[in-house]
Antibody
Framework: QVQLVESGGGLVKPGGSLRLSCAAS????????MNWIRQAPGKGLEWLSY????????NYVDSVKGRFTISRDNAKNSLYLQMNSLRAEDTAVYYC?????????WGQGAQVTVSS | DVVVTQSPLSLPATLGQPATISCRSS???????????LNWFQQRPGQSPRRLIY???NRDAGVPDRFSGSGSGTVFTLRISRVEAEDVGVYYC?????????FGQGTKVEIE
C-alpha cells in the first residue's frame, strides 16, 4: 500500500533553514505528481507546492515563493522541501501528499517550529 | 485566488441522523479537460487529513457509503446519511482547478 513518511522537521530560529524529506513507497514514484501541504497550529490547510513526476513542472503559492524549493529524487523515491528564510508564520505541520489537484494520499506530517 | 467558503463552521450532529456541509467557490471549477476538481477531506482528531470524495462525487476506497458528495457550478455538498461516532472531526472541501489550489476553512463535526 501507499506509504509517505516525512522527516527533517524540528525547531529553527527565524531566518534559518530546514530541509524536509518524504520517503515514498507502494507505488511507482516517478509516475506521480507530489505536493507539500501545511497546517499551522489550530488552523486550516494550505497547499504550498507541487512537482511533476519528471520534476519539470513546479509551482509555489505566493507565501513561500522565493524561499522554499521543492525537488525530488526518483532513484531514491524521495520528495524534498528546502525551506530558507523561515519566519514564525511558517510554524506548521508539513504534509507530503500524492497526486496533483487530488491529494489522495497523505503522510503523517512533520512538525516545523520557527522560534527564537 | 479562488476562495472556498464552507458552512457551517461548527456542526453539532446527532447519532443516526443526517448531516450536511456546504461548500461554495468564488469561481467555477471546470478545468480545461472538463474535470471538476472539488474534493472533500476528513481530519479526525490527532490524525492527518484523509480524502473521502474526489471530483465532486467519487467516493474513495474504504469510505463508508453513508458519505456522499454532490453539486455543480460553484455550490457543492457533503452529506453524511447517518452520523456515527467515528465521524467526529474536521471536514474540508478543496478546489484543485485553479492554482493555487485552496481549501475551505473547515467544518468541525461534533456529536451533540
Amino acid at each position: 500500500q501507499v506509504q509517505l513518511v516525512e522527516s527533517g522537521g524540528g525547531l529553527v530560529k527565524p531566518g534559518g533553514s530546514l530541509r524536509l524529506s518524504c520517503a515514498a513507497s507502494g507505488f511507482t514514484f516517478s509516475d506521480h505528481y507530489m505536493n507539500w501541504i501545511r497546517q499551522a497550529p489550530g488552523k486550516g490547510l494550505e497547499w504550498l507546492s507541487y512537482i511533476s513526476g519528471s520534476g519539470h513542472d513546479i509551482n509555489y503559492v505566493d507565501s513561500v515563493k522565493g524561499r522554499f524549493t521543492i525537488s525530488r529524487d526518483n532513484a531514491k523515491n524521495s520528495l524534498y522541501l528546502q525551506m530558507n528564510s523561515l519566519r514564525a508564520e511558517d510554524t506548521a505541520v508539513y504534509y507530503c501528499t500524492r497526486s496533483a489537484r487530488l491529494a489522495g494520499d497523505w503522510g503523517q506530517g512533520a512538525q516545523v517550529t520557527v522560534s527564537s | 485566488d479562488v476562495v472556498v467558503t464552507q458552512s457551517p463552521l461548527s456542526l453539532p450532529a446527532t447519532l443516526g441522523q443526517p448531516a450536511t456541509i456546504s461548500c461554495r467557490s468564488s469561481q467555477g471549477l471546470v478545468y480545461s479537460n472538463g474535470h471538476i476538481y472539488l474534493n472533500w477531506f476528513q481530519q479526525r482528531p490527532g490524525q492527518s487529513p484523509r480524502r473521502l470524495i474526489y471530483e465532486i462525487s467519487n467516493r474513495d476506497a474504504g469510505v463508508p457509503d453513508r458519505f456522499s458528495g454532490s453539486g455543480s457550478g460553484t455550490v457543492f455538498t457533503l452529506r453524511i446519511s447517518r452520523v456515527e461516532a467515528e465521524d467526529v472531526g474536521v471536514y474540508y472541501c478543496m478546489q484543485g482547478t485553479h492554482w493555487p489550489w485552496t481549501f475551505g476553512q473547515g467544518t468541525k463535526v461534533e456529536i451533540e
